[in-house]
């Protein structure tokens, strides 16, 4: 039998036992503040304590219904506060329950029992302890999530708002210096009411899995950027996991900026500038490329480059380079000329280039191309290339020699700068003999010493003259040369038209022949022509002579023969004038007045006032114009002095500036009878006047003042 000694020994034993205990639960509580033994440790201690010593005072009262029944509390206590204690504990407890048992009732024969149900007790201690652990690495796994997360994190009531739990980071994003002190309700920082009731609202009723939405919460730190995203934690509750995209949206807003200024860069690029994805699609484009191919942006984003805006035959063989730089067969196409092909469908000629864009494993990513529109540009290439062609075509086939050289040079050693075939044919030189030497060397030696005198003449004016060029075999041709200097690339040179003149000098000279045969001709037609009127007034002199000198009749063929005479006069001064078409009329009107004083008035004392213009009428003005002389002059001779032993008879013929001739002839007679009485008689001379007046397309007037004058305007040829 036991002694109560034994019973304290044992006591003591089971308390010491309790004491380890303790000290593993505060282990395990990972109190690194110091040694603290919190609410739940005391109470746990106490009820062991109590456990064992109501189970120690039943089995000494005999009582074994309550075994191990009271140790249950404690251990389960234990083992959801620490599981490893509990464990500890349970296992303690199921032999401290056996030891018990043994040492108070030694003699029972219930100790399998009581084994079994000290089993239990540790068995049922070890599966508290491990369920206690498993959610408490749950607990910690999930408030670790919570206290750690970059995200706020929020248990509410949505109806209300009222915020039941919320991390660190919730409080810090919004109003760090209160925290939980300062935002009690969600309505504090959603300022926003509409969004925040629809956002519930969905919440509630159209997806209570889970809702999204982007807001703006305000706090301390200012208006923040949010994503709030949101589940239903239970009937009563959600639970809101906001993240601050503030910086993420700035950042975006500023590379939107930056990507917007970058476009605007681009968009007033002179240059289609063009980025084209590995799969060959276009990626980007700016406003020049848009406005070639007469889309708008986002029709040709997407697109298929080749497919879409390159022409056949192009298309392929294109697609293949970008295809061999992709598969890294071939090196980089940095420039090339290609069209493409707008909406309009008339193809432009671009000039691209192009930078192959790569990752850093160096495959091939993108390709960044510039093109610049040079359709124009070709074109007007094109035309000036057939515009060469054909000046060169005309330069080359025209009948004309036609070189170029320096005007500055030293003329005797100056070259060609260009000379056409012709040249080269006709100087008997090649092209390369020909822009060897210039054209001091092909001046005919009889002429070289007047060349620089030519030349000079040439720096004033352009100028035409006739010269003599030497072949390469030494014969010599003369030449007519048109020379024009001018500024060609900023030098001055002299352009030669040169013509053969050859064939020219050959009918000129065979005209000259024939033209002074024919002057021989014609001298004698008007010498035969003078001869036969003078005979004629001659024979008319003779007539008169018949009848009388007093007789009409006598006097009538005086006149007809003064008439002939003054054509005759005409015929003679062509003879002897240089110009067998015209007369001098200086000599012509002196020669016929003197002829007239000596046959009407050789015994009176005439005055002549003679003021005669130069002028060489033809012969058809110098014939009637001789013929109305000689009408006016006898007339004045016969009758303007009668009574009367002098007088005066006045000629001017002036040539005014308009090339007309006017033809004054008066005297200071008695003058004309008055012009009815003139009409009356109708005499042979006034009809004649008039008559030639018409032939010469002429106009007369006649003055009465101090006598008579007429006034006859006429054109010095006939017309």
Same mark, same amino acid.
């Given at each position: 039998m036991f002694t109560n000694r034994d019973y304290f020994r044992g006591f003591i034993s089971v308390v010491t036992n309790i004491h380890y205990m303790k000290e593993s639960l505060v282990t395990d509580s990972d109190l690194s503040s110091g040694y603290r033994i919190d609410f739940w440790t005391v109470a746990i201690i106490l009820i062991s304590v109590i456990s064992i010593a109501l189970t120690i005072y039943g089995l000494m009262e005999g009582i074994t219904g309550i075994q191990p029944h009271l140790f249950y509390l404690p251990v389960i206590m234990l083992a959801y506060r620490c599981p490893k204690a509990g464990t500890v504990l349970a296992i303690l407890m199921g032999i401290l329950n056996i030891v018990l048992f043994w040492i108070f009732m030694p003699e029972a024969d219930e100790l399998s029992l009581i084994t079994i149900k000290s089993l239990v007790l540790v068995g049922v201690g070890i599966i508290t302890a491990l369920l206690s652990a498993e959610l408490t690495n749950k607990k910690e796994r999930y408030e670790g999530i919570f206290s750690t997360s970059r995200s706020g994190i929020v248990l509410l009531n949505p109806e209300t708002g009222e915020i039941s739990e919320a991390n660190r980071h919730f409080y810090s994003m919004l109003d760090p210096e209160e925290g939980e002190k300062g935002i009690k309700n969600i309505k504090q920082v959603w300022k926003d009411e509409e969004a925040r009731k629809a956002f519930f609202y969905r919440l509630e009723r159209e997806n209570p899995q889970r809702c999204l939405e982007e807001a703006y919460l305000t706090g301390k730190n200012g208006n923040r950027n949010v994503v709030i995203s949101a589940g239903k934690f239970s009937d009563a509750e959600a639970i809101l996991t906001i993240s601050d995209v503030t910086r993420l949206r700035t950042a975006e807003k500023e590379r939107e900026e930056e990507r917007e200024k970058a476009q605007n860069y681009l968009d007033v690029a002179a240059v289609i500038l063009l980025v084209i994805s590995r799969d060959l699609k276009v990626t980007m484009i700016n406003r020049k490329g848009s406005e070639l191919l007469g889309y708008p942006e986002k029709e040709i984003l997407g697109k298929d480059w080749f497919e879409e805006f390159t022409p056949e035959p192009d298309k392929e063989k294109v697609k293949e380079l970008f295809t061999a730089i992709i598969r890294g067969e071939r090196e980089n196409l940095k420039h090339w000329e290609r069209y493409v092909r707008p909406r309009n469908g008339k193809l432009r000629l671009i000039r691209w280039q192009m930078v192959v864009l790569r990752n850093t494993d160096g495959a091939v990513t993108e390709f960044l191309c510039s093109g610049e529109d040079i359709t124009e540009e070709r074109l007007a290439e094109l035309a000036l290339e057939q515009s060469e062609n054909k000046y060169r075509?005309?330069?080359?086939?025209?009948?004309?020699?036609?070189?170029?050289?320096?005007?500055?040079?030293?003329?005797?050693?100056?070259?060609?700068?260009?000379?056409?075939?012709?040249?080269?044919?006709?100087?008997?030189?090649?092209?390369?003999?020909?822009?060897?030497?210039?054209?001091?060397?092909?001046?005919?030696?009889?002429?070289? $010493?007047?060349?620089?005198?030519?030349?000079?003449?040439?720096?004033?004016?352009?100028?035409?003259?006739?010269?003599?060029?030497?072949? *390469?075999?030494?014969?010599?041709?003369?030449?007519?040369?048109?020379?024009?200097?001018?500024?060609?690339?900023?030098? *001055?040179?002299?352009?030669?038209?040169?013509?053969?003149?050859?064939?020219?000098?050959?009918?000129?000279?065979?005209?000259?022949?024939?033209?002074?045969?024919?002057?021989?001709?014609?001298?004698?037609?008007?010498?035969?022509?003078?001869?036969?009127?003078?005979?004629?007034?001659?024979?008319?002199?003779?007539?008169?002579?018949?009848?009388?000198?007093?007789?009409?009749?006598?006097?009538?063929?005086?006149?007809?023969?003064?008439?002939?005479?003054?054509?005759?006069?005409?015929?003679?001064?062509?003879?002897?004038?240089?110009?067998?078409?015209?007369?001098?009329?200086?000599?012509?009107?002196?020669?016929?007045?003197?002829?007239?004083?000596?046959?009407?008035?050789?015994?009176?004392?005439?005055?002549?006032?003679?003021?005669?213009?130069?002028?060489?009428?033809?012969?058809?003005?110098?014939?009637?114009?001789?013929?109305?002389?000689?009408?006016?002059?006898?007339?004045?001779?016969?009758?303007?002095?009668?009574?009367?032993?002098?007088?005066?008879?006045?000629?001017?013929?002036? *040539?005014?500036?308009?090339?007309?001739?006017?033809?004054?002839?008066?005297?200071?007679?008695?003058?004309?009878?008055?012009? $009815?009485?003139?009409?009356?008689?109708?005499?042979?001379?006034?009809?004649?006047?008039?008559?030639?007046?018409?032939?010469?397309?002429?106009?007369?007037?006649?003055?009465?003042?101090?006598?008579?004058?007429?006034?006859?305007?006429?054109?010095?040829?006939?017309?």
């Open positions: 075509e005309l330069f080359n086939n025209t009948n004309d020699i036609i070189f170029l050289y320096e005007a500055t040079a030293d003329p005797e050693l100056t070259k060609f700068l260009e000379v056409n075939d012709v040249a080269c044919t006709s100087l008997q030189y090649t092209r390369d003999e020909m822009m060897q030497i210039g054209p001091y060397n092909i001046t005919a030696p009889d002429y070289r $010493s007047s060349f620089s005198e030519i030349r000079r003449d040439l720096f004033s004016e352009s100028h035409t003259f006739e010269w003599a060029v030497q072949r *390469k075999d030494g014969t010599v041709f003369p030449v007519e040369i048109g020379a024009h200097i001018f500024v060609l690339n900023g030098m *001055k040179v002299i352009l030669c038209v040169v013509r053969n003149i050859t064939e020219r000098k050959r009918y000129e000279q065979e005209l000259r022949d024939s033209l002074d045969e024919k002057e021989v001709l014609l001298r004698e037609v008007h010498h035969r022509v003078k001869n036969n009127l003078q005979v004629i007034c001659s024979l008319l002199g003779l007539q008169a002579a018949e009848f009388g000198e007093a007789s009409e009749v006598a006097w009538s063929l005086h006149e007809i023969e003064n008439r002939i005479r003054s054509m005759a006069l005409v015929h003679e001064h062509l003879y002897r004038s240089d110009n067998l078409t015209q007369i001098d009329a200086e000599s012509y009107i002196s020669d016929l007045t003197s002829e007239l004083l000596s046959s009407y008035a050789p015994l009176t004392d005439i005055s002549l006032d003679l003021k005669i213009d130069k002028c060489s009428p033809d012969i058809d003005i110098a014939v009637p114009c001789g013929m109305i002389l000689n009408e006016i002059i006898s007339n004045s001779l016969k009758h303007a002095f009668e009574g009367r032993k002098k007088g005066s008879i006045r000629i001017h013929l002036i *040539k005014e500036d308009s090339g007309l001739c006017r033809l004054e002839v008066g005297d200071d007679g008695i003058g004309l009878p008055p012009e $009815s009485e003139l009409r009356k008689k109708e005499t042979l001379g006034i009809t004649l006047i008039e008559t030639l007046v018409d032939q010469m397309d002429a106009t007369l007037e006649i003055s009465r003042e101090g006598g008579t004058t007429y006034f006859l305007v006429f054109s010095g040829t006939q017309r």
